[in-house]
Structure formats: C-alpha cells, structure tokens
C-alpha cells in the first residue's frame, strides 16, 4: 500500500476498540469538512466514499493525517514517474489502459465488481502479463506501484478521473516521441517497454 512511504502518514491500525468504524467515518469526514474537501452536512454518497476510504486504508488517528491521500484521491491528475512512463510507451500498454477506460465507461456502477479479474482478461487482448497489467493501470491511475486493492481503488477515483488520468498518460505518450521507446535506462543498460507476447489466436 501507499503506507510503505516512511513519510506517509500511517493509519491508526492500534487505535484499539474504542475506534469503531462509524467514530472513524466521523473523525475523517469532519477533518474532511474543515479542509473543505466535503460540504455540511456530508451526503449518502460521500459518507459511502468515507466508508469505501477506510476499508481501503484503515483508520487514521488523528483522522487529519488521512487528508493527504483523501486530496490525491480528489485530483484530476497524477505524475506519473519518468522511468514508468518509459516503461508504458508501448502499443500494447497503450491499447490496453485505452481499452480500461473504455470499460470504466461502460459501467453504471464500479462498486462490487471483480474489477482485478476483468484487467487481467482485458489484458489477454494484449498479450501482457496479469502483473505487469497491474502495475500499468495502477501507475497511469495514483504513479506508484502498489496500493488498495482495484475493487475499492476505483470506486475511490470513480468514472470521471479514471477516464482522465488514463487519457492524460495516454495523451503523454503519443505527444513528443510517441512510442518510440528509449535505447538505454539510468543504469545504462538496454531499456525495453512493458513486454507483451502475441495474444492467443492471432494469426497474424
């Protein structure tokens, strides 16, 4: 999860009994309030956020500490490290985090569903493994390369950042260079892009 950043706030997984889940709904929803990231009093679908937040991260204590994360959740955009994006200009990463978003649209709902399991079939199409899938929507949606699970993640996000943030990397990576990929990394050695085999029954 995001928590392995040793200057990331960490959430109160010791707070013992007397954080329940409904005192910890409301300790964050009002720290959320006075940093004016929710509106009083907090409606069905933010406190449902609330409780989506915290089965995703746990509790925080104080609950204030929980904001940062709660503002990259809330942002249109995420920068997305230099070496990732490396990694991403590809064809098939870029048909494939094309083909999420398309998926996410198609959703009336994001909540409940097997979401890790349909990334893995959709990328199938492309020929990448279910890890490496993984990291690349997980880096095109937060820039890190771990965090809550898909199934809470993007209900946190929800259709309309989802759709931005993979637009925005896919954007990036047609502009300048397009996809061709760097010759060599950092370190000097040869660099290549996410790996992909030729999906099952192409003939081509």
């Known amino acids: 999860m995001m928590h392995d950043d040793p200057n990331a706030p960490t959430p109160a997984t010791a707070a013992g009994p007397d954080l329940t889940r409904h005192d910890a709904r409301d300790g964050l929803g009002e720290a959320m309030q006075r940093a004016g990231l ?24 104080p609950p204030v500490e929980a904001l940062p994360i709660v503002r990259e959740l809330r942002a249109e955009a995420v920068v997305v490290p230099a070496l990732a994006l490396e990694r991403l ?5 870029l048909f494939f985090l094309d083909t999420v ?5 198609d959703q009336p709902e994001l909540r409940g569903l097997p979401v890790d399991d349909h990334l893995v079939e ?10 490496d899938a993984r990291w ?11 965090g809550p699970p ?4 993007f209900p946190l996000l929800g259709h ?14 047609l502009h300048g260079r ?21 999906p099952s029954g192409d003939g081509r």
Do not use: C
Request: a neutral charge; glycine letters at 8%; proline letters at 9%.
């Open 122 to 131: 959709i990328a199938k199409e492309f020929g990448l493994e279910a890890d």
């Open 38 to 61: 929710l509106e009083s009093p907090a409606p069905a679908a933010a406190l449902r956020w609330i409780d989506t937040f915290l089965k995703a991260y746990g509790p925080f204590e």
């Open 160 to 173: 309309d950042r989802i759709m931005m943030r993979i637009g925005a990397v896919n954007s990036h990576l």
């Open 178 to 198: 397009g996809l061709e990929p760097i010759a060599f990394g950092p370190d000097g050695k040869p660099f290549t892009p996410l790996p992909a085999a030729r």
């Open 136 to 146: 690349a929507v997980r880096m095109a949606l937060t820039g890190r390369a771990d």
């Open 89 to 93: 200009r590809s064809r098939q990463a």
């Open 101 to 105: 978003s398309q998926y996410v649209d």
């Open 150 to 153: 898909f199934a809470l993640l």
